[in-house]
């Protein structure tokens, strides 16, 4: 703080001029720069610019000399990009999932469509087979038999062994018919 005399233009400390400066200028602190990494944005979070900011001035600048300034370094959050999938019913065999969106920026799958609630496991299991044995009958002249096989209860299909790996197509052993063979009369 000073004051200038209008006619000989000299620097004063007090109003009254009794207390003469010469040099009134403070020099330039220069800037304290402080370097920002680059952060990526996220589906959910914002990223950064790689920048440097000053801590005297308050300003940021593409390079660390302080010559080229930016006013935004903020990166937007990107947003997630859903796909839909389905619920798939587990098999016997085979595992199934329940319905899901997966996000192709994040790469994780969510319970909703908007992205709030993350799942992190998405497969529901194989049921295995439920077996029930069934023994070997045989067939009669006018009655069917089967072949021993193993029933699921679960998928419905038919196995030649209880660990569900040979399915069987056809259990059925056909009625054998008559073999007929003819007696005479005989008189007594």
């Known amino acids: 703080s000073y004051f200038e005399c209008m006619e000989c233009h000299k620097y004063y400390e007090d109003a009254n001029g009794s207390n003469e400066v010469t040099e009134v200028s403070i020099p330039a602190k220069g800037h304290s720069m402080t370097?920002?990494?680059?952060?990526?944005a996220t589906c959910t979070e914002a990223g950064n610019v790689h920048y440097f900011s000053c801590s005297n001035c308050n300003?940021?600048?593409e390079d660390s000399e302080g010559k080229t300034e930016i006013?935004?370094?903020v990166v937007p959050a990107k947003g997630h990009s859903m796909t839909e999938h389905a619920a798939v019913e587990a098999t016997c065999t085979e595992a199934g999932n329940v319905k899901y969106y997966a996000c192709s920026v994040c790469n994780k799958n969510f319970a909703d469509a908007e992205g709030k609630t993350e799942i992190?496991?998405?497969v529901v299991a194989a049921k295995g087979h439920s077996m029930t044995e069934h023994a070997a009958v045989e067939a009669t002249c006018g009655e069917a038999g089967n072949i021993?096989?193993?029933s699921c209860s679960t998928c419905n299909k038919n196995f030649a062994d209880a660990?569900?790996?040979t399915e069987v197509k056809d259990v059925v052993v056909p009625a054998k018919?008559?073999?007929i063979v003819e007696h005479p009369a005989v008189e007594p």
């Open 35 to 40: 370097e920002h990494a680059a952060v990526e």
């Open 59 to 61: 300003k940021y600048y």
């Open 71 to 73: 006013n935004d370094v």
């Open 120 to 122: 992190k496991d998405v």
């Open 148 to 150: 021993q096989y193993y």
């Open 163 to 165: 660990e569900g790996k």
């Open 177 to 179: 018919g008559h073999t």
